[in-house]
């Protein structure tokens, strides 16, 4: 790891989505994979050959093992933090991003949670500014974090807002 | 070009203005009887085409067909009457009120208070009738302009200049004082700086691709000609788009911000506000920069385009420089910036391998108060972003970048077109530059809150 990286390390402390994040797409990835497969043994057994239908099940659970794996890094990848003046977010694996986004430019917070992640009690945060391509999106927040969130933003916005 | 300059009142300020202060006053008002007929202008000629040329030409057109122009026309100038009667316009106890439509009404208010410029547009067709649009800017960006079309031309000086008056803050303004015309732009070097950009060039070959033909096979040509009408006059109309709108394009330094004005048959006067330009870029295209030209455009907050009209208006929100040398773009970028960095830093030498070609040009540049930016190839673009301006800061880290420890630092703006990338920075700079952007924008911020819009050269 490099310097620069280390010395971030120390001066900001990070907070982690909710563990239920990676449960959720644990889910989304079992249910996609079982989806596969069902169509793997649909289109194998119509083939009539056993070596393709094993292989064509062995294949998609590799795939499926697989992207558990990369979901898992990405759901560890997110983080943000909540420092005096900004707020700080961030994700990626392969492309890894840091956003650093003033409270002061603060137009809205979004709170949005869709079906799935309801059922999982989650919700996903995001913080607008009038820039269209600020990138400051926390997906996997508890309901009591995001509510939490949402307010602490709020406030901070509003207290340090000012114009364009 | 008897009406070089579209914002001066001439002729019988009190007298014409008469509409404007009455409704100024709290008296309904409505715009100009010929409004209709210049907004449905475009509409009404094709169909007085369409009407005329089979009523004159021949008469073999069944007289049914002509019943059924005819109704339309009739439908469409009741209409249009309708929409006439049905819109006023007044000033209530600082708004400014418009009320529309007869099925769908629709009640508008705008703040004065919250008026941020007003700007003064003439199409071809309205300028035919002595007739102007106003356009009223609020601040906030993203809420949609308001529209008085039309309003006959010294009305529409009247009610500008009140206005602005009325709005308070600001030093009132009356249209053409306290300017500083900063530059003009000579018609000819714009006409042949338009002929070497991608559109002219690509014009150009058609054109003489054409005439070859023409000499050679004058059927061939024939053919080709009415089979590309349509792409040829694509070109030709966004060729002229551009002329129009660089025509004698000037631009002052006002109290109230920058204001441009241009046109040949199109005229506009738009007044960018101070503080609210969020970046500007500089263009030098490859055939541009043999001979030292660049070209300048400013960037506005504000929304991406949604309807017909705001996406004119976008177009309006533009050029500050169509054409011109270096020497004059850093002057006007100076005047609108005032102390921006000199200094370059390249990246390191092993971004050329993650950036091989836009690596020649690739550096960034920063001060207290500004960033700027270069990159491109082919066509060099340097980008001046304030700091105060910054929504966001991006760090970006690919896989290639990161095998050559490198890492590219976004600096988001509320504009639409312009944002700030300094690419392929070495990982530890980039590391600390999020640190310290973040904090430099504070600290630009704070200072022009007390110290007012940075772009002041009175």
Redesign the interface.
Known sequence: M????D??RDTVVWSAPSPRLRTLRRGQVAAATLAALALAIGVAGGLGSGVALSVAVVGVIIAGLAADAVMGRRVRAWGYAERE??LLVKRGV?????????Y??MQYVEVAAGPLERAFGLATVQMH????????RIPGLSAVEAARVRDQLTSLGESQA??? | MSQASPSEPQGRPLESGAHAIAGLQGNWQRLHPLSPLVRAGRGLIAIAVILLIPGYGGRQGSSGNEFTHAGVLVVVLVVALVSWLVTRWRVETGVLRVDSGLIRRSSERFPLSQIQAIDIVRPGLARLFGLSELRIRLAGGDRKAGRLAYLASTEAEVLRARLLDMRGGVAPITSTTAERALITVPPARLFASLLLTGTGLVLELVVVALVVLAVLAPGAAAAAISAGAVWLFALLVSAFRRFNAGYHLTVADAPDGLRLRSGLIETAAETIPRGRIQAIRMTEPLAWRLLGWCRLDVDVAGQKARGRQDRNEAKAVRSLLPVGSREQAASLVATVFGDVPTERLAPPRRARWKSPLRFYFLSWGGNDRYAVTTSGRVRRVTDWVPLSKVQSVRYVEGPIQRRLRLSSIHLDTAGRNVHAVLRDRDQREARQLLRELPERGRLARQHELIAGPSYTSI
């Open positions: 490099v310097q620069g990286e010395q971030d003046e900004d392969m492309f890894r991003r840091i956003s650093v986004i003033p002061g430019r500014t009038a820039a269209a391509a600020s990138d400051a000012m114009g364009l």
